[in-house]
């Protein structure tokens, strides 16, 4: 019975991480066809050029979630919950009227339950790696949470 539980749990880690790696293949290469790069370095230091990038950190986080969560990696957990408060922070601060949010209502609606699960499966060690610390929980909070707000009140 428990070989059964075993190769259940393998499957859904399987399926979560194939998920996670063509979502954020998908939306790693859409948002990066959206960056514009501009020659001109006085644009490189404002707040618009910076908030393009958004989108595109999401994305990344995303599809490293998903390789690392199939390649088995240790710290999986970290990055799981780092992809999670950032898509979720930047849906709800956009949801509250904090922030006009650069995604398009369609990946709001795939990348929310996408972070709710990525947050759910890093909190409560669903993967069986190794457990997010509390120390790795609120730095990556507070990264998350300075990577969406920051540029957009300086």
Not at 60 to 74: A, D
Request: glycine share 4%.
């Amino acid at each position: 019975m428990d070989n059964k539980l075993n190769v259940k749990n393998s499957n859904l880690t399987q399926l979560i991480a194939c998920v996670l790696s063509l979502g954020g293949l998908f939306f790693s290469m859409r948002f990066f066809m959206q960056v514009e790069f501009n020659i001109n370095p006085q644009v490189w230091f404002s707040a618009q050029c910076y908030e393009q990038f958004i989108p595109l950190y999401i994305a990344i986080l995303l599809l490293l979630s998903g390789v690392f969560v199939f390649t088995k990696y240790s710290q999986a957990n970290l990055y799981l919950a780092s992809f999670g408060h950032a898509a979720s922070e930047e849906i709800i601060f956009s949801w509250t009227g904090i922030i006009d949010t650069p995604l398009p209502s369609f990946s709001i609606a795939i990348l929310l339950p996408l972070s709710l699960v990525a947050l759910w499966a890093a909190y409560f060690n669903m993967l069986k790696q190794k457990p997010l610390s509390i120390w790795e929980a609120i730095i990556g909070f507070v990264i998350s949470t300075l990577f969406i707000l920051l540029p957009r009140f300086l």
